[in-house]
């Protein structure tokens, strides 16, 4: 089971930029995709990017496309997501996953807490 710790939720204005980064521990997830979902209040859990052991495979949503960037650090059992020209909408907890059951990526067997991140307008 790998346990995940999510990291740099805020409050940003809007046309700013965040970076969340993600600390994997328990075992090594090199090998493992790699997410991160958000749930914003009162809507359901979403997927925001996703990115394979290897880097190579990345995906978005078409909601973020061109303003986030998914990327992960193997040597330091990291992901994070760089996240720019942010808008309210943008608003919600984010969660990092770690290993997709299958090859939709719609499901993931570890979860971290989340990390809140506000954008005003």
């Known amino acids: 089971q790998v346990q995940l710790v999510e990291s740099g939720g805020g409050l940003v204005q809007a046309g700013g930029s965040l970076r969340l980064s993600c600390l994997a521990s328990?075992?090594?997830?090199?090998?493992?995709?790699m997410g991160w979902f958000r749930q914003a209040p009162g809507k359901e859990r979403e997927f925001v990017a996703g990115?394979?052991?290897?880097?190579?495979?990345?995906y978005y949503s078409e909601s973020v496309k061109g303003r986030f960037t998914i990327s992960r650090d193997n040597a330091k059992n990291t992901v994070s997501l760089q996240m720019n020209s942010l808008k309210p909408e943008d608003t919600a907890v984010y969660y990092c996953?770690?290993?997709?059951?299958?090859?939709?990526?719609?499901?993931?067997?570890?979860w971290g807490q989340g990390t809140q991140v506000t954008v005003s307008s």
């Open positions: 996953a770690a290993d997709p059951r299958d090859h939709s990526w719609s499901s993931f067997r570890s």
């Open positions: 328990g075992r090594t997830v090199s090998r493992l995709g």
């Open positions: 990115i394979a052991g290897s880097s190579i495979l990345q």
